[in-house]
């Protein structure tokens, strides 16, 4: 065929092992990749999908080597090529976007040199017509003003800036395909849909194909016109976007679509059992056999080859389709979650507020924080025995740093934080007594730097034990796996260390840890965002259970305000460290008022090739909170006028007791949505 | 930046300040002083008395503080003891001949360090890496006077080409100087460069694993434009705080070389006057070290500030 680009034949990577064997990371991969179109790869982390997008530009990474099966590009198989011969296709016929454009940029190198170079290396222009290019580009990517831009090192721009600078570079060699590893994960919610927007219009204004890494369904959704799903190194699902997302016949890509929590629905999503096998750990059957709830005993013995269903025009690895083949997505069940918050008041923050300034000598002889402008400010949140109560906001929102607080690790400026109607918390860790320190833990974001890696299980969950009620030989032996069962984790698991456990297990780990502690409140921090998403609903789930059966209270911090609408009860909306928004999640997400709210909730990015992302306001970042008025001034596309500027906003109560802090009346707001 | 920079040199003279403190409070806790070790067994009486007047020990020890710190910021330390002459006059051919010897070792020692560093990690794992490497570490487990006394047997004994102990008098010119100090500088250079060698090696590698250098190469960037453009200026930053603490500690910490060789520099004369308890050319050495390493690391951190544009912003951003 002519209008391929790019044809993947047979291709096998892997690495030998210690042992000798030889371990497959791609087995046996074949696609084709056609001129104009864009692929999205999906898979969960260590899927091989990052091998197979390297391996289409001719790079094997240290330590793994191609097996068999090639890459070709134009008629010549790349992983045979001299690098010579690479270095001429390298950027000029096909370009790499990076996952995480702040450590892909050259930190010594300015801006405009990194785009010069691929100009240099990629075309024939002089040096000011390059000056020129330099600026289109910079241009292209909606970078404002690009001159000073050019001039600027890549730590002195923010997040979605650089990975704009990373499409500006790829752009430079105007290459015929452009290879995209995960090149929003990591962005805000706002920014990435922007970055996807810009991309999808540099599809169409280019033709350029594209092929597309991510693990995450919703932004493939938004760009691709076919998926390839991938699965401990295989292909197993190949076809359409449209019809993948909307009729998933892989049982994989079926229990994966159905375990991510969607905006409109609230309530936990069914999670998937177990996770991907280790490479090299399958000898015989179908990979994704002991998760499927559609195998038999043929499963277990064969390997499914990939079939293509001429009438669906989709590649299919599995024996059992057919069963899936009438069952659509929309039968997605969820698990509604009950509010069991009770009337009594737990946890009451008055005019918190934060400051990272740092302090003048004077301010730190007399302990006193003096900051006029400070990083949180006038917190006000009254969370009840029971609830779950979320705090979302985009990165700097100071969502993180309320939790720090809370949890006694950053002093509070002004402000009370107080426990159970009258028990005064002290905002200094050193002056709680233990017992302050018990009733409140703390799960992280990642585990992997949670967990002692010097430390067995069972070490990691005695010490809240010991710690706070003094347990010794039996008794804590039994406490210890009692913990580890209500987490699902079985006996087994207390002299394994954090390396030998998956993502999954090891945040349990953590969950059981801060349970251990017999805590009345667990501060959540983003706690499945380092988590693949089929195991994202099983931690999900796993913190709802136990919140029922201990009568946990929750604050959840999360970006993922898709997870924040399956597990809260109640939303705080947060900006520069300002409360926008505070009510119960079913009013936040149907009426979404403020106009920050309506912001956040317009980009989140939903599987579903029908469910646009919605950019009411440009992605700006803002460095520090505005000095007076609104803190949302600066973004905002619906200021009324100077009071925005001036006046702090006053809090409005609607009739469901949803509160909102603007200066537009609430009927009008509610008026204006959508 | 400016402001930085005072800063930093403002820090620099008070822990030169504090140094001094600490070794004229030192010598002073010290039993015995300065007249009782010279005068040994007559150290009583009237002859005592006379030696206390002479070198100022009668008045009190603050006193004495203010004006040896006054007379040593206009470089004059006072009197030696053992040779009766004034320390600068002591200090000078020895600061010079340390520096005639640590700057031959680092125009020697640091090209063939950075050379060495850059081949092993770009072939790692290959055989110029693997021989490479062999000779690095097997140079820097070799304590230095066992390599010096090899160099002295092989060299001056067995070859006779070169002299094996240095003895000129101390106002030679360079190149009457020059045969002497090449056993001496190749003692040293053997581990200096061996050292720095294994640290430009790691920070290389370090480097080349990085996302930057593989988005260079996904770039079409080729491989020696690669390395000069992206890798090095930033595997070689780390490498200039090194740099700076072996010049300094070149020109005071080499004693074992100094004496091996009977070479007459700093660390030698350290050794010396501790064991004469020439308490005076003590202090003044104290000082004198301290500032050779506050001035070089000072210049070591400006330098790196100015190179690293992280850094840069950084800072003036505080």
Redesign the interface.
């Known amino acids: 065929m002519t209008d391929t680009i790019q044809k993947v034949k047979n291709l096998s990577i892997g690495f030998r092992s210690k042992k000798g064997e030889e371990i497959l990371i791609l087995k046996n991969i074949s696609t084709n990749i056609k001129k104009g179109e864009t692929v999205g790869i999906v898979g969960e982390s260590g899927s091989g999908k990052s091998t197979l997008a390297?391996a289409m530009?001719g790079?094997v990474k240290?330590g793994l080597y191609t097996i068999g099966g090639e890459c070709q590009f134009n008629s010549s198989n790349l992983l045979k090529m001299k690098?010579k011969d690479?270095?001429?296709?390298?950027?000029?016929k096909i370009?790499?976007i990076?996952q995480?454009a702040g450590?892909?940029?050259?930190?010594?190198?300015k801006i405009g040199y990194q785009i010069d170079?691929?100009l240099q290396?990629?075309s024939d222009l002089d040096e000011k017509e390059r000056e020129k290019k330099i600026s289109e580009l910079l241009n292209k990517v909606r970078l404002p003003s690009p001159e000073t831009i050019a001039l600027r090192?890549p730590?002195?721009l923010s997040g979605g800036q650089q990975q704009r600078v990373a499409v500006a570079?790829a752009l430079a060699?105007t290459p015929d395909l452009l290879l995209l590893d995960e090149p929003t994960t990591g962005l805000d919610v706002t920014t990435q849909a922007h970055v996807l927007e810009l991309l999808n219009f540099i599809a169409k204004d280019t033709g350029t194909s594209m092929v597309y890494v991510s693990h995450d369904l919703g932004a493939i959704a938004q760009v691709s016109d076919r998926i390839i799903v991938m699965y401990s190194g295989e292909i197993v699902l190949e076809g359409p976007s449209r019809d993948i997302l909307k009729r998933p016949i892989h049982p994989y890509t079926h229990g994966l679509l159905k375990s991510i929590p969607k905006l409109s629905l609230a309530g936990l999503p069914e999670s998937m059992p177990g996770t991907q096998p280790q490479p090299g750990t399958i000898q015989s059957g179908c990979s994704f056999f002991d998760r499927c709830n559609f195998s038999d005993e043929n499963c277990k013995n064969n390997s499914p080859k990939l079939e293509f269903l001429k009438d669906l025009n989709t590649s299919v690895r599995c024996f059992n389709y057919e069963k899936l083949v009438n069952e659509s997505q929309a039968s997605q069940t969820v698990n509604k979650i009950k509010n069991k918050s009770q009337d009594k008041e737990i946890l009451n923050l008055s005019e918190v507020s934060i400051s990272y300034a740092?302090q003048k000598l004077l301010d730190q002889i007399f302990n006193r924080i003096s900051d006029d402008n400070p990083t949180v400010k006038d917190i006000n949140i009254n969370i009840k025995k029971g609830e779950t109560i979320a705090l979302v906001g985009e990165s700097g929102s100071g969502k993180s740093t309320i939790l720090k607080s809370i949890a006694g690790l950053l002093r509070t400026k002004d402000g009370l934080i107080r426990f159970d109607e009258n028990r005064n918390l002290s905002s200094d860790l050193k002056e709680r007594d233990p017992n302050d320190l018990r009733i409140i833990q703390l799960i992280f974001q990642n585990p992997d730097e949670s967990l002692n890696p010097n430390h067995t299980v069972e070490e990691i969950i005695a010490q809240p034990l010991k710690l706070y009620f003094g347990l010794k030989g039996e008794e804590l032996k039994k406490n210890i796996i009692d913990l580890l069962q209500k987490v699902r984790l079985g006996e087994f698991y207390t002299s394994r260390y954090p390396r030998q456990l998956s993502g999954g297990e090891k945040q349990r780990v953590a969950v059981a840890r801060a349970f251990a502690a017999k805590p009345d409140i667990i501060l959540c921090d983003e706690v499945t965002s380092a988590l693949d998403v089929s195991v994202q609903a099983a931690v999900l789930n796993l913190l709802q259970q136990l919140k029922e059966d201990f009568g946990t209270t929750y604050i959840f911090v999360s970006h993922d305000l898709a997870v924040v609408r399956a597990i809260s009860d109640r939303v705080a909306v947060l900006y520069q460290g300002r409360l926008c928004e505070v009510g119960p999640s079913n009013d936040v997400y149907k009426f979404p008022s403020h106009p920050y709210t309506e912001v956040l909730l317009g980009a989140v990015l939903e599987p579903d090739p029908d469910i646009k992302p919605k950019l009411v306001a440009e992605d700006i970042v803002e460095e520090r909170p505005p000095e007076k008025g609104c803190s949302f001034q600066g973004r905002c596309s619906r200021i009324v006028g100077d009071i925005c500027k001036k006046e702090i906003p006053p809090w409005q109560l609607t009739d469901s007791g949803n509160a909102i802090r603007c200066h537009i009346p609430i009927k009008e707001l509610q008026k204006e949505q959508f | 930046m400016l402001f930085l920079i005072i800063k930093r040199i403002l820090l620099g003279f008070i822990t030169l300040f504090i140094v001094s403190i600490i070794t004229f409070v030192g010598t002073e806790v010290l039993p015995g002083d300065a007249c009782t070790t010279y005068l040994e067994r007559q150290a009583f009486g009237e002859q005592l008395e006379a030696c206390y007047r002479r070198l100022g020990l009668n008045v009190p020890a603050y006193e004495r503080y203010v004006s040896w710190a006054l007379n040593a910021i206009q470089g004059d330390f006072g009197y030696s003891l053992s040779g009766e002459m004034p320390i600068k006059d002591v200090l000078g051919p020895r600061i010079k001949n340390s520096l005639v010897l640590a700057s031959a070792a680092i125009f020697i020692g640091i090209p063939i360090a950075l050379i060495l560093g850059i081949i092993t990690a770009l072939w790692r794992d290959k055989l110029p890496d693997v021989a490479i490497s062999t000779v690095t570490i097997f140079a820097m487990t070799i304590p230095e006077f066992i390599s010096a006394t090899l160099l002295i047997l092989i060299i001056a004994i067995w070859l006779e080409w070169l002299p094996g102990i240095v003895i000129v008098p101390t106002d030679v010119s360079f190149l009457e100087l020059l045969p002497n100090i090449i056993l001496p500088v190749v003692a040293i250079a053997m581990i200096m460069t061996a050292h720095m060698a294994r640290m430009v090696r790691s920070s290389v590698i370090q480097v080349m694993?990085?996302?930057?250098?593989?988005?260079?190469?996904?770039?079409?960037?080729?491989?020696w434009k690669m390395v000069f453009?992206?890798v090095l200026?930033?595997a070689l930053l780390p490498a200039i705080n090194v740099v700076a603490l072996t010049i300094a500690w070149l020109l005071g910490g080499v004693v074992v070389t100094e004496v091996v060789f009977n070479y007459p520099g700093l660390g030698r004369l350290v050794i010396e006057s501790i064991s004469n308890r020439d308490l005076p050319t003590v202090q003044a050495l104290a000082i004198i070290l301290a500032s050779i390493y506050v001035s070089i690391n000072l210049l070591a951190d400006l330098l790196t500030l100015m190179?690293?544009?992280?850094l840069k912003?950084l800072q003036i951003r505080?």
Do not use: D, F, W
């Not at chain 1, 690479?86 to 000029?92: F, N, T």
């Not at chain 1, 450590?103 to 190198?109: F, S």
């Open positions: 390297l530009m790079y240290h690098s690479l270095e001429k296709i390298r950027g000029r370009a790499m990076p995480n450590q892909a940029l050259t930190p010594n190198l170079e691929a290396l990629h090192y730590h002195e570079m060699g740092k | 694993a990085s996302e930057y250098v593989q988005m260079a190469i996904l770039k079409g960037v080729p491989y453009k992206h200026p930033n190179l690293n544009p992280r912003t505080k």
